[in-house]
């Protein structure tokens, strides 16, 4: 049904700098595509969503890598949809930050991402806030405090209101944040703390998750998933870990790349403690149904570092043109260092 009311409904119009219409614009801070993004920077009106794709598609504008950069007070909700949709569509991860190109050393400055820009934000696939940035939420209201004539009111507004929980299922959000925005008055702004981001699932969790315990042939595997999107140069998805009659091993599945052997590999084990590399000898790779396994042999002595260290981390050393390195890394808890003892204990 055509969203009647939707399109005269907008966030608090922004001032200031934020007031100029939303304008794009491409940069790389450093010699990779993952340090590659497109800058949104000014107030979401008509037609934003529009001008992102043609900006996008235009060869003149070089645009690669996966993320887009969030600097906005707002503007339209219907436009900040409609950005949001444009994003997911495209698999883009979303940021919200600044760019300052003066300052090697921390590209990414503090910026904001308010009202209907918070609302384009949850189209990232992956979604996070830069240092020191802002992610902000109110209730949806017309511009400079107008009120919807008596004869739409009541509909407008709930009509708007189901579009809104709509839109955050529709992007993987606990529509839980409805109630909060619609707690807060239009002239204030919510800021929801690191947890609330995390619990509502505004931002996307980064890394690999715990390490479970699973059957396997005659013993267990342990496993670790991955917690957030692949993106461009980090692709790897799981690691697992199990022993064979031959020792102890590490398992890094990594999709959309070629399972070429010949690679070395570099296992951590923490910020104090030196990395242990490990010879092409050691490494194997086959592919399945298109994603590949790359398989690396451990020493006892290496099996015994790992199950105490406080960190790990594994590399496949494979060059950028075969889509690497590949790799993964993970903060241990006790219960991680437990179940890969036990994967390296009972042999598969």
Avoid at 227 to 243: M, N
Wanted: hydrophobic residues 45%; charged residues 20%.
């Amino acid at each position: 049904m055509q969203r009647r009311w939707l399109g005269i409904l907008a966030m608090i119009t922004p001032l200031g700098a934020f007031a100029e219409p939303m304008k794009f614009a491409f940069d790389c801070y450093a010699n990779a595509s993952e340090s590659c993004f497109i800058a949104a920077v000014g107030t979401l009106d008509g037609g934003a969503a529009e001008r992102f794709e043609a900006f996008v598609d235009d060869p003149a504008n070089g645009v690669e890598g996966f993320q887009l950069l969030l600097d906005s007070a707002g503007g339209s909700l219907q436009d900040g949809i409609e950005l949001g949709r444009t994003i997911r569509a495209r698999g883009l991860h979303t940021l919200v930050g600044r760019y300052d190109g003066s300052n090697f050393d921390r590209p990414i400055a503090p910026g904001v991402c308010l009202s209907a820009c918070a609302y384009a934000f949850l189209g990232g696939e992956g979604r996070r806030l830069g240092e020191g940035s802002q992610l902000g939420f109110h209730q949806f209201a017309l511009p400079d405090g107008a009120a919807l004539p008596d004869a739409v009111g009541l509909a407008g507004g709930q009509e708007v209101s189901g579009t809104l929980i709509s839109y955050l299922i529709e992007m993987g959000v606990d529509p839980r944040l409805f109630v909060l925005a619609s707690a807060t008055p239009s002239s204030e702004m919510l800021y929801p703390t690191s947890e609330q981001r995390l619990e509502y699932d505004l931002e996307t969790p980064r890394g690999f998750g715990a390490f479970w315990l699973e059957p396997y042939g005659a013993g267990v595997v342990a496993a670790s998933k991955r917690l957030d999107s692949p993106r461009i140069y980090d692709e790897a998805v799981q690691l697992t870990a199990f022993c064979q009659s031959d020792g102890a091993h590490l398992l890094l599945t990594v999709p959309n790349v070629w399972a070429e052997s010949g690679y070395e590999a570099l296992l951590e084990f923490g910020p104090a403690t030196d990395a242990l590399p490990i010879g092409a000898a050691q490494v194997s790779a086959r592919e399945e149904d298109g994603v590949a396994l790359f398989k690396v042999s451990l020493t006892p002595r290496a099996a015994q570092a790992l199950v105490a260290a406080p960190q790990m981390g594994l590399t496949i050393q494979a060059p950028r043109v075969a889509g690497g390195p590949h790799w993964m890394r993970r903060t241990l808890t006790e219960m991680d260092r437990r179940t890969i003892e036990a994967a390296f204990r009972f042999c598969i």
